[in-house]
C-alpha cells in the first residue's frame, strides 16, 4: 500500500480553524467509553420469536414473493439480518481503523493528529465491542465484507491527501453514523442497541473532522481535478450498493437467489433503509459542495436522492 505523499499531506490543514480542531478534540477525549461500561449480561435470545414488527415492514414481506415461506420466516429473516449488519459494521471499523492509522503517521498538522489520535482509539475500540459481541451473541457469524477495505485500500493507494479523508470520513464514516443510529432503534436486544448509540457519538465526531478538514477544499480544484473525486465518489456508492443484496442471506436461508434479490430491489422497506442509509453521505457531500450532476443522476437512479440535498456549486458548471 502506497504512501499519501509529502507534499499533499503537508498542505492538510494549513487553512483549517486551530480552534475547531481543539474543540472536537477536546469532545472527542470528554466523550470516551470503554468495553467495561457496557451490560454484557444482557441477553440476545438469538433466534427466538420478536415482537411484531412495524406495518409497514410487515406489509412490505406480506407484499414480496418471500411470504410463501411463512409468517415466522419474517423473524428468522430480521435476526439474519441483524447479524449480517453487525459483520458490516466490524468489517468498516476494521477498514477505519487500519485507515485512520495510516493517516495520523502522515498528518503533519499537530491539532490534526490529536484528533486522528481519539478516532484510532474510537476505531479499535468498535472493532473489540463488535468482536465480543459477534462471538459471544451471535451463533453463526457472517464472514467479512470487503466494500469496506476496497474502499478505503483505494483511498490510501492515492497520493492526494483529500481522498483518504473523502473515503473514510465522509462516505465509510457517514454510511456507519446512519446505519448506527438505525440500528440502535430497530436492532433487537438492548445490548447492540446501546453499543450502536455510542458508536455513533464516536462516529459523527469523525464525520465532523473530515467535513472540517475538506471545508472549502473543493472550491480550489479544477473540473478535471473535481471529476477525479466524482469518480472516486460513485465506484464507493457502487460498491456499497454492491454488497447490500444480502447474497450471505439468501445462501444460508436456502432461499432462491432470485427471490433475495426481487425482495431487495422491489420491496419499500429495503428501498427506505438503503436511503437512510445514505443520506448522511449525501448531506455531507451537498456541504462540501461535491454533489455533481453525475452523482446526483446515480442516486436518482436508483430512487435514493434525498429531497434535502442541495447541488453543488459546479452544477452550472456542466461538470
Not at 486522528?116 to 462471538?135: K, P
Not at 455510542?198 to 472549502?216: I, N, Q
Not at 436456502?254 to 436511503?275: P, V, W
Amino acid at each position: 500500500m502506497t504512501s499519501l505523499s509529502a507534499t499533499s499531506s503537508e498542505s492538510w490543514g494549513d487553512t483549517v480553524s486551530r480552534s475547531r480542531l481543539i474543540a472536537l478534540n477536546s469532545k472527542a477525549k470528554g466523550q470516551q467509553w470503554n468495553e467495561s461500561d457496557l451490560d454484557w449480561t444482557i441477553p440476545s435470545a438469538f433466534g427466538s420469536p420478536l415482537p411484531e414488527d412495524s406495518a409497514f415492514a410487515l406489509a412490505a414481506f406480506q407484499n414480496s414473493s418471500l411470504s410463501r415461506y411463512g409468517r415466522s420466516f419474517w423473524d428468522v429473516f430480521r435476526w439474519e439480518f441483524q447479524s449480517w449488519m453487525i459483520t458490516q459494521f466490524l468489517s468498516g471499523e476494521h477498514a477505519a481503523l487500519l485507515c485512520a492509522n495510516r493517516l495520523l503517521e502522515k498528518i503533519p498538522n499537530e491539532d490534526a493528529k490529536a484528533c486522528l489520535a481519539c478516532q484510532v482509539v474510537d476505531e479499535a475500540r468498535h472493532v473489540t465491542v463488535f468482536t465480543r459481541y459477534m462471538n459471544e451473541k451471535i451463533p453463526a457469524p457472517y464472514p467479512l465484507s470487503s466494500a469496506f477495505v476496497t474502499i478505503l485500500r483505494d483511498a490510501l493507494n492515492d497520493s492526494r491527501w483529500d481522498f483518504a479523508v473523502l473515503g473514510m470520513q465522509i462516505v465509510v464514516e457517514g454510511v456507519a453514523l446512519a446505519a448506527f443510529r438505525l440500528a440502535s432503534k430497530t436492532f433487537h436486544d438492548e445490548l447492540i442497541r446501546r453499543i450502536c448509540r455510542l458508536a455513533a457519538k464516536d462516529e459523527a465526531r469523525h464525520v465532523s473532522f473530515g467535513l472540517l478538514s475538506l471545508d472549502g477544499f473543493y472550491k480550489t480544484l479544477t473540473l478535471s481535478e473535481l471529476k477525479q473525486r466524482e469518480e472516486f465518489v460513485l465506484e464507493a456508492l457502487n460498491l456499497l450498493g454492491k454488497s447490500f443484496v444480502l447474497s450471505e442471506i439468501w445462501e444460508r436461508l436456502g432461499i432462491n437467489k432470485a427471490d433475495g434479490f426481487g425482495f431487495m430491489k422491489s420491496s419499500s422497506l429495503t428501498h427506505e433503509y438503503r436511503r437512510a442509509i445514505s443520506m448522511k453521505v449525501q448531506a455531507c457531500l451537498g456541504r462540501l459542495e461535491l454533489m455533481t450532476p453525475v452523482i446526483r443522476g446515480h442516486l436518482e437512479r436508483f430512487d435514493l436522492l434525498s429531497p434535502n440535498t442541495p447541488a453543488a456549486f459546479q452544477e452550472s458548471q456542466q461538470l
